[in-house]
């Protein structure tokens, strides 16, 4: 259903019905009078940057007097919040974006749930960076355990081990459900099969030669074929931190290559891209 409607006889039961999932705000105006104009117009904005949160039904009562009427609507403007089909809160006259705002919280879902949502039904689509997107935003505006777990599962289907490591660490006891159990032991065997015998060979011969770029190329390398990617920048960082230049400046292109192939929106590139500049400024 549209965020933004015009509420008609012929579509009124469509949207009772939809209150049964959504808050649906009803906004009782007429172009005769004002301040209703200038509320329906306040209405519309902030059912337009709120993310989906409400329907904003508008009534326009010069042609829809029945629908005033039926709702006992005494006078203009009137907001009405209707859930499963009754009214549950709203007021009459007008009021500041602030104190609408306040009024909607008490019974909306809060934005990091609404952007949970979103992403997981994203996830559904495998569309992991738009999801995880979402899920960091989600996550900084309240880091409980019902993101931390979808958004490490994001992580672990993006490839991102450690950062699903770190996201996983931070659930309590008390949240440690069948989900967490799920994704403790899919990250336990995605890390089995991200540790090869061909890659421990690699990093017991670059540690016997830390000084060997050659060796330490071809370990980063296949560290980042192993989705251990934070390892292999923090590698990488190591001697481009001492020396920008190094290997004829064939290390810092392989971080680059691997920051490329991270996408602009990975959390870890961003991160890594950041403490490139700090060396290049």
Excluded at 196 to 222: F, G, H, M, W, Y
Excluded at 261 to 275: F, M, P, S, V
Aim: charged letters at 20%; aromatic letters at 6%.
């Amino acid at each position: 259903m549209e965020t933004v409607l015009e509420l008609t006889k012929e579509n009124i039961q469509q949207v009772v019905d939809a209150s049964a999932e959504k808050i649906v705000v009803l906004c009782f105006w007429s172009s005769q009078n004002p301040e209703s104009v200038a509320l329906s117009q306040t209405l519309t904005a902030m059912a337009q940057k709120q993310m989906g949160r409400f329907v904003l039904a508008k009534i326009d009562c010069d042609h829809e007097m029945e629908i005033a009427n039926y709702f006992q609507i005494q006078s203009l403007p009137t907001t009405l919040l209707l859930s499963e089909g009754k009214p549950i809160d709203g007021f009459s006259g007008v009021q500041e974006e602030i104190q609408i705002s306040e009024m909607l919280d008490k019974h909306l879902p809060a934005q990091w749930q609404l952007k949970l949502n979103q992403a997981k039904a994203l996830l559904i689509d495998e569309d992991f960076q738009s999801a995880l997107v979402l899920l960091k935003d989600a996550y900084g505006d309240s880091p409980n355990a019902e993101i931390a777990l979808v958004y490490a599962d994001a992580e672990l289907m993006a490839g991102e081990l450690n950062l699903a490591a770190e996201l996983l660490a931070t659930v309590g006891l008390a949240d440690q459900t069948s989900y967490f159990q799920s994704l403790k032991a899919k990250l336990a065997l995605a890390l089995d099969a991200a540790d090869t015998p061909e890659l421990r060979l690699l990093q017991q011969a670059s540690d016997n030669e830390p000084n060997n770029i050659s060796l330490l190329l071809d370990l980063v390398k296949a560290l980042h074929q192993a989705k251990r990617n934070e390892e292999a920048l923090e590698l990488l960082f190591k001697p481009l931190s001492t020396d920008i230049s190094i290997a004829d400046g064939e290390v810092k292109q392989v971080f680059l290559e691997i920051l490329t192939a991270l996408g602009q929106g990975n959390q870890l590139a961003n991160q890594y891209r950041r403490k490139l500049y700090s060396l290049l400024y």
